[in-house]
């Protein structure tokens, strides 16, 4: 003979699992429903306008556009870049301008001096430090490859602010410019920093754009 309570359960039962199947079929139907045009325009709109992130300190990138991201420095041989972190919403703004997993490419000729700002105007801690491509599965990074390639305190990240750094690199390879803050490199926060042996100038491309040349 059953207690009252497990009857009342059995009595329910049906009623309970109707009710679970109801709510998921009409969320699957919503979805369905929804036309993959407005699905597309609003993850555009979500994940490619800068400084649409949230949180973010407008003040910190006023003024800034694509074109700031690569630019000649006053010296020969000299490049300014400027790297963005939660450029955009892309990556759960995990991303350096607008772009994570290396969908971006700086390409600077090897020997050059690459002169290098980097803004956080989002309240999530980031940072910014140069590493080979092969260290990018660490969890975290000690050290930046080559001397000086790293903002201060690059482990502890930093969040609505802006450092810089500059540094030679003597060895052409296929590096990237990862946020040192640990786990975030592993799950995209990066893009590539390629040091070309025989490159004539440096070079930006962002996603599918065309090739951006450096100019002053
Ligand atoms: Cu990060």
Not at 196 to 202: K, L, Q, R, V
């Amino acid at each position: 003979m059953p207690t009252p309570s497990i009857r009342w359960v059995e009595r329910f039962r049906p009623f309970f699992w109707s009710v679970v199947l109801s709510v998921t079929l009409n969320s699957r139907a919503t979805e369905l429903a929804t036309p993959p045009s407005q699905a597309a325009d609003h993850q555009h709109a979500a994940s490619s306008v800068p400084g649409s992130a949230s949180g973010l300190r407008p003040a910190l990138i006023a003024g800034v556009t694509e074109r700031d991201f690569l630019k000649l420095g006053d010296k020969p041989k000299t490049v300014r870049l400027l790297v963005v972190a939660t450029w955009t919403d892309d990556n759960y703004g995990m991303n350096f301008n607008g772009h994570s997993r290396g969908g971006a490419l700086y390409t600077v000729p090897k020997g050059w001096t690459v002169e290098v700002t980097y803004i956080n105007p989002g309240p999530v801690p980031h940072s910014l430090i140069v590493i080979e491509k092969s260290a990018l599965k660490k969890i975290q990074i000690p050290v930046p490859y080559f001397k000086g390639a790293a903002v201060p305190n690059h482990v502890q990240g930093m969040s609505y602010d802006k450092a810089s750094f500059t540094f030679t690199p003597d060895e052409a390879g296929e590096f990237a410019l990862a946020c040192g803050f640990p786990t975030h490199a592993l799950n995209g926060h990066w893009i590539a920093l390629d040091i070309a042996e025989n490159a004539s100038e440096p070079t930006l491309k962002l996603g599918d754009k065309p090739v951006i040349k450096a100019t002053r």
